[in-house]
Every structure is written in C-alpha cells, then in structure tokens.
C-alpha cells in the first residue's frame, strides 16, 4: 500500500484521550478534522470540526477512532452515514478504542470489502502519556496498514508493538486493562488498611515498591493519590469496569478459566454505586475507603 507524502487526519472521538492526542497530532504538522457530539471538545482541541462522521471520512486519508466502547464504534463504522457507507478505497481507519475483538474482527472484514483497512491500535499510558507523546500502542490488522500509518502514531506513542491479524491489539489490551484493574483496585484496598492500621503511606509506598508487591499502581498512582492528586483526566471507572465485563467475555470464548476477576469487578461496580462512575478510576481507593469508615488516604492540609 503506497504512503502518501502527508496523510490528512479524521478523528472521531475527541475526549480526554482524543482530544489530547489530536493536539499531538496537530503539533505534528498533520491537518486534522474532528467530529464528537460535543462541539466544545473540538475547540478545545483545536480540531476543524466536521458536521458528520461522514464529513471527517471525507476530508480524511487515515481517521482515528477513540470512542468509549463496541457497541458506540459499530454505530459510527455502520450507521447511516457512517464510515463504510462514506469510505473510499484505499483509506485506513485506526481504532484506538477499547472494544470486544470479536465486533473489531467483523468491522475488519466488512471495511475490507470496500479496500479500506482497519487496525486496531490499543493504548496504555493514560492521559499523561498522551500528552507527552509517549501511549504505548498495541496494533493488530494488516501489517503493510500499521507502516502505512505508523509516523503518525509515532507523534503520540513511544512504543509501537505488531500483535499480530485484527483483533490482536484489543486483545492485548483487554488483557493488559485486566492487570490494571486487579493492581489498583488490590492496592487500594491494600493501602486503606495501611491507613487504618497507623502506618506512614509515604513510607509504606517505599517499602512496597522495593519489594515484591511493587505494581504500577504503587509505582504511578498511589504516590499522587497521597498527595490528594487523584491524575484527573484518566480513564473512569466505569469505562475501566467496562473493560474487565469484556475481559471476561473475551477469556470465556478463549475458554480459560478467571480466577481473579472478580475482586476487581466488584471493587468497580462498589465504586460505581456509590457514585464514583463517572470519575477517574483511582477514585475506587475512596470507595473502599468509605465502606472502611470514610477513610482518606490524603487528609486537606496535610503534608
């Protein structure tokens, strides 16, 4: 498949991680068009809006996806108006969603009817990784697609893995996003106790990640969250518990037993009906904390 000089960018999607990784884009020296349901996130992003889907398909030669799940990037992949019903040939779309690999899989086949490929790009890193260029990729699909498209992902990703056919990179990240989920809402847990039980946290944080219960949450998270920084703008929890629902879809069809993921899944949906939904996933150490008698792992005004 032949690259072009310079690709003009579609983004559908511009959020929290879509509108941070279209300013990446953007800075890049890329001509960018954008459709989200809100008008606002375009601006914010700097992004010139497009009235329809159909409108970014259009004025695009390679459109980026970041939307919140399936059942969403089929409606906008199939709808009236949507991208297989505007694609030209010879186009590639690159969905940085979190969605089953099974629906990936089907889009996959039905874009490639109308020679356009589909690669499915999963991220890790969160929002600050995005805004520093640095999101870890896991790509699956046509391998000749991903180098097509591969220096404009470099503009927000560091690292850039080949999975293998379409649906692999949702794979690998489902399985990554199940690991997430088991060692935050473990060191939540973990660290609510720590704070029952009198310890310092600062120096609980250190004697844990110089020892063998050191994860990433430990590592990158809790060490803010102490702080009362809670890294606003990340994944919520309720997209986070999404991910875990589809986890465990996905490792049923593969038919291998979970054995864990319902700690995490509980811890979630605790988080949830209790109204953190709706707000960064580190807000789940609150949750845990207030079936623990409302603690707090950072108090207002302490050092």
């Not at 109308?114 to 929002?127: F, N």
């Not at 990784?129 to 404009?152: D, F, N």
């Not at 009198?198 to 809790?222: K, M, Q, Y």
């Amino acid at each position: 498949m032949p690259r072009l000089a310079r690709d003009r960018i579609g983004i559908v999607g511009v959020g929290n991680m879509g509108g941070r990784i279209s300013r990446r884009v953007l800075d890049a020296g890329y001509a960018v068009t954008g459709f989200d349901r809100d008008p606002a996130q375009l601006e914010r992003a700097g992004v010139e809006a497009a009235e329809s889907v159909g409108g970014v398909v259009e004025a695009a030669d390679v459109v980026l996806l970041s939307l919140p799940d399936s059942r969403v990037v089929e409606s906008v992949v199939l709808g009236d108006g949507g991208i297989l019903a505007t694609a030209r040939a010879g186009q590639v779309v690159v969905d940085l969603s979190t969605a089953a690999p099974s629906s990936t899989r089907k889009l996959h086949a039905q874009l490639g009817e109308r020679s356009v490929e589909l690669v499915d790009a999963g991220i890790s890193g969160g929002a600050a990784a995005a805004e520093q260029g640095a999101l870890t990729i896991m790509a699956g699909g046509s391998e000749q697609a991903l180098e097509r498209v591969r220096p404009l992902l470099e503009t927000f990703s560091s690292r850039l893995y080949y999975m293998g056919e379409s649906g692999t990179g949702h794979t690998a990240k489902l399985l990554n996003n199940f690991l997430n989920g088991i060692n935050l809402t473990a060191s939540a847990e973990t660290m609510v106790a720590a704070r029952r039980a009198g310890l310092d946290l600062h120096t609980f944080l250190d004697v844990v990640n110089n020892s063998s219960g050191a994860n990433w949450a430990t590592l990158n998270r809790f060490p803010h969250i102490v702080e009362g920084d809670y890294l606003e703008g990340g994944l919520t929890g309720n997209l986070l518990l999404k991910d875990l629902t589809l986890y465990v879809d996905l490792v049923r069809a593969l038919g291998v037993p979970t054995l864990h993921a319902s700690g995490p899944v509980a811890a979630l949906g605790l988080a949830a009906g209790l109204g953190y939904g709706d707000q960064i996933s580190n807000r789940v150490v609150d949750a845990i904390g207030d079936l623990a008698g409302g603690v707090r792992l950072h108090t207002e005004g302490e050092q």
